[in-house]
């Protein structure tokens, strides 16, 4: 199953809104597969890492554009939240 969340993207100018397409597994958790922001589409390559809190899913994840992302679920709200950007350095 596929599912479409609209969240905040934290520390983002303007309060600016990520849009989460997700897939919900066998055991309906939640996994990103692409994410919307500042109308830009990025496809997720990979989950780099995953981890919980009491209230939240966290997944860092690879993006298309080869930088790396946190993203953060809420599942009792159906929220989704971009946490930060990493930008991966290019070697020299």
């Not at 303007?14 to 990025?42: D, H, I, Q, W």
């Not at 554009?65 to 929220?79: A, F, I």
Request: aromatic residues 10%; hydrophobic residues 35%; glycine residues 10%.
């Amino acid at each position: 199953m596929t599912r479409q969340s609209i969240g905040s993207a934290a520390g983002a100018s303007g309060g600016g809104n990520v849009v989460v397409e997700a897939y919900a597994g066998y055991k309906g958790e939640e996994t990103p597969r692409s994410f919307l922001y500042e109308g830009v589409r990025y496809g997720v390559r990979a989950v780099v890492a995953r981890w919980y809190t009491e209230r939240h899913s966290v997944f860092k994840v690879l993006a298309d554009d080869e930088h790396r992302y946190v993203l953060r679920h809420d599942p009792d709200e159906l929220v989704w939240e971009l946490v930060m950007r990493e930008e991966m350095r290019r070697p020299r």
